[in-house]
């Protein structure tokens, strides 16, 4: 029998491929140790911290071209002060520089008059050339100027001396003033050093007269322990005496008999009869014999407990083996399921290898493969 090869269509084999393509995909996305973080996208957090890192050498540029800019303008707003402060000193010297060349005082009219220079126009303009109204200083006024000057230059003597006086009469005030503060001052600081040094003695004495009461209580205070001790002392020996010699430690029958019914009974004397003591010894030995019987019961109830615990844990142990005995039957059972599950699904794969490349099956292949499902 000639094997047969039937043209595959196309679509069908673009869809194998694709599927193909599909499953080594997912197989590579799955078995990708880098990919198999549950909800963790490490390129999504790779390209944050990037961006972050970006965002911040962007911000810190900019706050470098603000501090340079602002750097910028301190500097130009400092050069135009000072630009302007020497436009102002050189306009003021070139000022003063015309007002002492084209603007003095001795160029002006009334010179004479404001600086005292007599004859200052006599030597620029002749007399013949003034007229009425040149005129400044007429002849008979200001008569008696040097007299007026001479009691101005005494009036300005006696006004400085007045007030060289009043100054150091202020002066001497002022001295004065803070000798007396001074003298006070130095007035209250020994006062206060004798108050301080006044109460110091009081704190001492005082401190003394505690010291001599608290020395005076203790030695009291210590004769009264004594006196109590030794008291005490006496009373406990006058006790141990009393009783070391009383009846009851010296066993006098005497003082112990007492008179009941017509009888003697002695009922305070620590010695004892034959007859209690054989009665004490008769009760210890049933004692013993009681304590020996329950030692004897609690050792058959130990061994009773012993065996009980013992058919438990046989008992336990018969469980324990058939437990493992069941599951390794179910273990033997689910690997033959699973054995035969897996020849099918070999079988099963093999048929569509054999279908989707050769587009022809055999009769063979099928019985083969209900032979093994069956």
């Given at each position: ?32 140790t880098?990919?198999?973080v ?20 962007i ?15 301190d ?29 003095r ?35 008979g ?8 000057k ?17 100054n ?31 109460e110091?003695?009081?704190k ?14 203790a ?29 009851m ?21 620590k ?44 008992k ?10 069941l ?8 690997d ?29 292949y099928?019985?083969?493969?209900n032979?093994?499902?069956?």
């Amino acid at each position: 029998m000639h094997k047969v090869d039937l043209p595959i269509d196309p679509s069908i084999e673009n869809a194998v491929e694709m599927r193909r393509s599909a499953e080594t995909a997912r197989k590579a996305r799955i078995f990708n140790t880098r990919w198999r973080v549950l909800g963790l996208d490490l390129d999504a957090l790779n390209q944050q911290v990037q961006e972050k890192k970006h965002q911040q050498t962007i911000e810190k540029q900019r706050d470098k071209a603000f501090d340079k800019l602002r750097t910028c303008h301190d500097q130009i707003l400092l050069q135009q002060g000072i630009d302007e402060r020497k436009k102002r000193a050189d306009l003021h010297t070139g000022l003063t520089h015309y007002w002492a060349t084209h603007q003095r005082v001795e160029d002006t009219r009334d010179a004479n008059v404001q600086c005292d220079l007599k004859g200052a126009f006599s030597t620029t303009i002749p007399e013949s050339e003034l007229g009425p109204a040149s005129m400044q200083i007429f002849q008979g006024e200001d008569i008696g100027e040097e007299q007026r000057k001479r009691e101005q230059k005494k009036k300005t003597d006696r006004d400085l001396r007045a007030q060289k006086e009043e100054n150091e009469r202020r002066l001497l005030r002022d001295k004065h003033r803070e000798m007396l503060v001074s003298k006070e001052l130095v007035h209250q600081d020994c006062r206060g050093l004798q108050l301080r040094a006044q109460e110091e003695e009081c704190k001492k004495a005082a401190r003394l007269a505690l010291s001599n009461y608290n020395q005076a209580l203790a030695v009291e205070q210590t004769e009264t322990l004594k006196k109590q001790q030794r008291r005490e002392e006496r009373e406990n020996l006058a006790e141990i005496q009393h009783t070391l010699t009383s009846d009851m430690m010296t066993e006098c029958a005497e003082a112990a008999a007492r008179e009941v019914g017509g009888g003697r009974l002695v009922d305070r004397w620590k010695g004892m009869s034959p007859e209690q003591l054989s009665a004490i010894h008769k009760e210890r030995e049933e004692q013993r014999l009681e304590r020996q019987r329950q030692r004897e019961a609690e050792k058959f109830q130990d061994a009773a407990w012993e065996l009980q615990l013992l058919k438990l844990s046989r008992k336990a142990e018969d469980e324990d083996s058939r437990a493992v005995e069941l599951r390794r039957e179910m273990r033997i059972q689910t690997d033959r399921y699973n054995m035969q599950l897996a020849r099918e699904q070999q079988a099963y794969q093999e048929y569509l290898n054999k279908k989707l490349y050769t587009n022809k099956p055999s009769k063979d292949y099928f019985h083969q493969f209900n032979s093994s499902s069956r």
